[in-house]
C-alpha cells in the first residue's frame, strides 16, 4: 500500500512539473493605454528586446527599448498581432472595425533579472492580448490565386553568391536586392506581385539578385515596359532563367472570433 502510495505521489508531482513547465511565460508587469488619437506624424511601432539582440533597440524614433521589454506606441490591433504571433497583417482577419483602427501603447517588462529571449517575449505578448484584449482566435486556410516560381525552358541565369558573402536581401515596391535562396526570393515576388508566390524551383543555394521593376504591372502577361521604362516583375523574372506561374496556393489565415478593448491602465 506506501509503495502505491508514493508511486501515485510521484504520478501526482510529475504532472505538476509537467503542467508548470507547459506553463506560457508573462510579464511581470504591463501597461496598456488605448491612445485618444494617433501620435504626431502618425508615427507607430515598437519592438521587444531579447537578450538574443545586442545593442540597443529603438522601436520608434525616440523610443529606445530596455532589454526584456516590449514597447510599442499608437500601435494598431493588427500591428501587435503581427509581432506576437508572426502572422502578416492581410491575413488577419475578423478584427471588429471599433478596435481595428485604434492606437495603442504598450509598455511590458519581463521579471527583473530574467533574460528572456525575443522569441519569450512574443510569446509574453501574445499572452498579453489574450488576457487584457479577451482575444479569442482560431487558424484556418484558404485556397486562392498565386503563382509558382520555376526554373525556365533554357535554365537560370543567375551567378551563385560567393563563399562567404553575407545573406541578406532587401525589397521595396520596385526592387529586390541581396544574397539569398530561391524561398527568400519567392517571398520578395509575393510582395511585388501582389499574390503568394511559391518556390517550386527545388534550388537551394544563395544567388546574387538585383532586380528593378514597375510595381504596377501585376498581370500574367509579361510586359516589355511602362513609361517609366521599368520592365513588369514577369520581365525581369524571365531574364533570370526563372518564371511565374499561374497557379492555386493555399494560405493560413489568423481568424479573430472575439476580441475587446482592454481597460487602460
Known amino acids: 500500500m506506501k509503495k502505491l502510495a508514493g508511486v501515485m505521489l510521484t504520478l501526482c508531482v510529475s504532472a505538476s512539473l509537467l503542467g508548470q513547465s507547459a506553463t506560457r511565460p508573462a510579464f511581470e508587469a504591463a501597461s496598456v493605454k488605448q491612445e485618444a488619437s494617433t501620435l504626431p506624424n502618425g508615427i507607430s511601432g515598437g519592438v521587444c528586446h531579447g537578450s538574443d539582440m545586442p545593442g540597443p ?18 500601435a494598431r490591433i493588427r500591428q501587435l498581432i503581427n509581432n506576437a504571433y508572426g502572422i502578416a497583417p492581410d491575413r488577419i482577419v475578423g478584427v471588429p ?12 517588462k519581463a521579471e527583473e533579472g530574467s533574460m528572456p529571449k525575443t522569441a519569450e517575449l512574443k510569446q509574453m505578448l501574445q499572452g498579453l492580448l489574450e488576457d487584457r484584449f479577451k482575444m479569442k482566435y482560431h487558424r484556418d486556410t484558404k485556397e486562392v490565386d498565386g503563382y509558382a516560381l ?95 506561374e499561374p497557379n492555386k496556393t493555399s494560405i493560413e489565415l489568423f481568424v479573430i472570433d472575439s476580441i475587446e478593448k482592454p481597460d487602460s491602465n
Request: glycine residues 14%; neutral net charge; contains cysteine.
Open 57 to 74: 533597440q529603438v522601436g520608434i524614433p525616440g523610443m529606445v527599448v530596455a532589454l526584456g521589454r516590449c514597447r510599442y506606441a499608437g
Open 150 to 244: 520555376v526554373i525556365g525552358k533554357n535554365g537560370i541565369k543567375m551567378k551563385e553568391s560567393a563563399e562567404g558573402t553575407r545573406g541578406g536581401s532587401s525589397s521595396g515596391p520596385d526592387n529586390i536586392h541581396g544574397s539569398m535562396p530561391m524561398s527568400v526570393l519567392a517571398g520578395a515576388l509575393t510582395r511585388a506581385a501582389g499574390r503568394p508566390v511559391t518556390d517550386k524551383t527545388g534550388f537551394t543555394p544563395r544567388y546574387d539578385i538585383d532586380l528593378k521593376f514597375t510595381p504596377e504591372a501585376v498581370s500574367p502577361t509579361p510586359t516589355a515596359a511602362d513609361p517609366t521604362g521599368l520592365p513588369s516583375i514577369f520581365t525581369v523574372v524571365q531574364d533570370l532563367g526563372l518564371r511565374l
Open 97 to 108: 472595425g471599433s478596435i481595428d483602427s485604434l492606437p495603442f501603447s504598450i509598455d511590458a
